[in-house]
């Protein structure tokens, strides 16, 4: 288990003895792709780094986990949690529901816990990248960790 700036997710992480690796990079304030910024700078595929996105579906924060190089299939998060419609959820809801900054966005100790689902991608890699809860933090787990940590379910929702 690595040592990481503490932050809601490496407390969860640590209190449940959850293996992972603290990955810390230089954020680029003038950058907006947070997730590519990542990979980039952390030298990992794209397609082992996951981004955390909030969606309303049916009136409902849902969590949606997707590879950095693909976007969220929103009708397919719909679909995954039993619900009808989804659009994307506004950044400040996300931020104050979440207690982290958008670009800083963890899956893994978020202020108040909502139903999450994760791309079954995630599934072919040993290892995957999460943010960590600020920018300039990424933590590698292993997915199936990642999942029992977030209770997440495993659905095809990238694009």
Do not use: C, W
């Not at 299939?73 to 104050?96: C, I």
């Amino acid at each position: 288990m690595s040592r990481a700036p503490g932050t809601p997710a490496t407390v969860a992480l640590t209190a449940e003895g959850i293996a992972y690796t603290a990955r810390v990079y230089e954020h680029d304030p003038a950058t907006s792709n947070f997730g590519l910024e990542a990979a980039e700078a952390l030298g990992v595929e794209p397609e082992r780094v996951f981004k955390t996105l909030l969606a309303d579906v049916d009136g409902q924060l849902v969590v949606g986990i997707v590879p950095v190089s693909t976007t969220l299939d929103l009708k397919a998060l719909a679909r995954a949690v039993g619900g009808k419609k989804a659009a994307m959820a506004d950044a400040r809801l996300a931020e104050r529901r979440t207690g982290y900054v958008v670009g800083g966005i963890s899956p893994i100790g978020q202020k108040t816990a909502h139903p999450t689902v994760i791309d079954e991608s995630a599934q072919l890699f040993d290892t995957v990248l999460v943010s960590g809860g600020r920018r300039g933090l990424d933590l590698e787990l292993a997915p199936a960790d990642l999942i029992a940590v977030t209770g997440a379910t495993v659905a095809d929702i990238a694009r």
